[in-house]
């Protein structure tokens, strides 16, 4: 299988914590997402990080590849309840004209008031 | 913004009952894809489309089906309907590798 790992599957932390999420692929990339999805709700895109790049930053968002682990990791700084959402990491493959973008099993992240 | 929507929030179905999973998006892309989400499983793709009528099998293809006959439409088709076949359904289109979500079509298959 193509998919990413993601580990920890649940993360409990409180309010004001940094959260990290690591996320593991298996064959070479073009680029590496990570999205979030609230309870019910559909994926929201957070930050894409290229494979020529090694570290990003969005907002309280930083996230980090290395591509000789084929590993990446986000993480959340000043956490708050509302950041509570399961988070995965997607990494896209070339096929023919397209991106086959094959998703982790998640991360589910609470944070707790 | 990009916005994708799909057809209906919530759909309960009988078993061997065809159905059918619209998605449409406004801005044009070239690509778009369905996927299911189950728990302890994560996203899994089922059918991707790059182009109208043009289709490729995901890792997940067996049991449903897709028709793409204009651009900004991708329809996801359970031919009979199976009670295993209950999840989440995500639709999704891109350019140039990024990706909007719709928001989602929960189905069950009684």
């Known amino acids: 299988s193509q998919q990413g790992e993601e580990d920890p599957q649940a993360l409990s932390i409180q309010e004001g914590e940094n959260a990290t999420m690591n996320c593991s692929y298996k064959?070479?990339?073009?680029?590496l997402q990570w999205y979030r999805q609230n309870s019910g709700r559909g994926l929201v895109h957070l930050i894409l990080?290229?494979?020529?790049?090694r570290e990003k930053h969005s907002g309280r968002l930083r996230v980090t590849l290395d591509t000789s682990k084929k590993s990446s990791s986000l993480l959340i700084t000043a956490s708050r309840a509302a950041d509570t959402a399961s988070y995965f990491c997607?990494?896209?493959?070339?096929?023919?004209?397209?991106?086959?973008?094959?998703f982790g099993q998640g991360t589910t992240l609470q944070v707790k008031p | 913004d990009v916005k994708v929507t799909q057809s209906s929030r919530y759909l309960v179905k009988r078993t061997g009952e065809k159905v059918f999973l619209e998605c449409v998006q406004d801005?044009?892309?070239?690509?778009m894809f369905w996927y299911r989400q189950d728990p302890g499983l994560g996203l899994r793709l089922i059918y991707f489309?790059?182009?109208?009528?043009?289709?490729e099998k995901g890792d997940i293809p067996e049991g449903y089906s897709v028709s793409r006959e204009k651009k900004e439409r991708f329809s996801l088709i359970l031919e009979s309907a199976s009670t295993n076949q209950t999840s989440m359904y995500l639709c999704?289109?891109?350019?140039?590798?990024?990706?909007?979500f719709g928001s989602g079509t929960r189905l069950t298959v009684v």
């Open positions: 999704a289109s891109s350019r140039q590798g990024f990706i909007s």
């Open positions: 064959t070479s990339i073009n680029n």
């Open positions: 990080i290229r494979s020529n790049e």
């Open positions: 997607a990494t896209t493959f070339r096929v023919g004209n397209t991106g086959k973008l094959i």
């Open positions: 801005m044009d892309h070239e690509n």
């Open positions: 489309s790059y182009d109208v009528k043009m289709k």
